[in-house]
């Protein structure tokens, strides 16, 4: 006889990243060409590259959700989130980090273990999102898992 718990779909639980992780990224994005980022992006990312400012915005950060079937999801900046292949077709995506996030659903979904959310920037002003974290994290889960994503949100 199958059990009830077989018909329910397992909640992934996620967890926010520590409140100085990531920072190096904030470095990473401002060393690309001019330009590839919009204006807002680049200035907020200034901003950020001060420790100090950047572990405030992680503490105020809040969650919100990133699905596969949301109509923006192609507009969010710094991501392959939208790209269908996922992370498995996808040859841009390291085999290392694939095993890695994989192994990470598989726990989250048998409950043994959560997800580190990933981390974006919102522009309230023009609503444009961008990645500053955990582009194969959230491109698994949206495109592989078809699940809808916890992300960590600085708004700005």
Excluded at 23 to 45: I, S, W
Excluded at 79 to 103: C, Q, Y
Excluded at 133 to 144: E, H, I, P
Excluded at 146 to 151: D, G, L
């Amino acid at each position: 006889m199958l059990k009830f718990k077989s018909y329910i779909e397992e909640e992934i639980k996620y967890h926010d990243p520590k409140h100085d992780a990531e920072h190096d990224e904030v470095r990473t994005q401002l060393g690309v060409p001019k330009g590839a980022y919009p204006d807002h992006v680049v200035k907020q990312l200034q901003k950020l590259s001060n420790k100090k400012n950047y572990v405030s915005a992680m503490k105020n950060a809040k969650t919100t959700y990133v699905h596969h079937k949301d109509k923006d999801l192609g507009k969010m900046g710094n991501t392959d989130a939208a790209d269908k292949r996922g992370i498995h077709k996808n040859p841009d995506i390291e085999k290392e980090k694939r095993d890695r996030v994989n192994s990470q659903w598989k726990k989250a979904k048998k409950g043994e273990g959560s997800i580190e959310k990933p981390i974006i920037l919102h522009h309230k002003e023009t609503g444009h999102k961008h990645l500053l974290a955990g582009n194969t994290r959230l491109t698994s889960g949206v495109q592989d898992q078809k699940t809808k994503v916890a992300v960590h949100t600085i708004e700005y």
